[in-house]
């Protein structure tokens, strides 16, 4: 059974920085792509940053392109993402997700975690 654990969020000023985790504690992403989405009060949840299973490709939607990083141990099954600059207008849920390796859609999540950036 998939598990995603995410860990890291919490309250920081405009311009601190977080490192949000998430560990797969049911099944190896190792050749899946895994990714990092946020949701809004009231809207869907949209993309932030997502990496190929090799850790080789990275896409970040624009508004944290320079401020955020995502990376990948396979080793330790683990993804994060590594917040910079961060502002107010990225307060959010952030949810980890995995993609299933037959279809490449976002299949399993986590259980999601607050980041909130104070002005």
């Known amino acids: 059974q998939v598990q995603l654990v995410e860990s890291g969020g919490g309250l920081v000023p405009a311009g601190g920085s977080l490192r949000l985790s998430c560990a797969d504690s049911g099944r190896t992403f190792s050749r899946s792509g895994l990714g990092w989405f946020r949701r809004y009060p009231g809207k869907p949840r949209v993309p932030v940053a997502t990496?190929?299973?090799?850790?080789?490709?990275?896409y970040y939607t624009d508004a944290v392109k320079g401020r955020f990083t995502i990376s990948r141990d396979n080793a330790k099954n683990t993804v994060y993402l590594q917040m910079n600059s961060l502002k107010p207008e990225d307060t959010a849920v952030y949810y980890c997700a995995g993609q299933d390796d037959a279809s490449g859609s976002w299949e399993y999540w986590g259980q999601g975690t607050q980041v909130t950036v104070s002005s």
């Open positions: 990496v190929t299973w090799s850790g080789r490709s990275t």
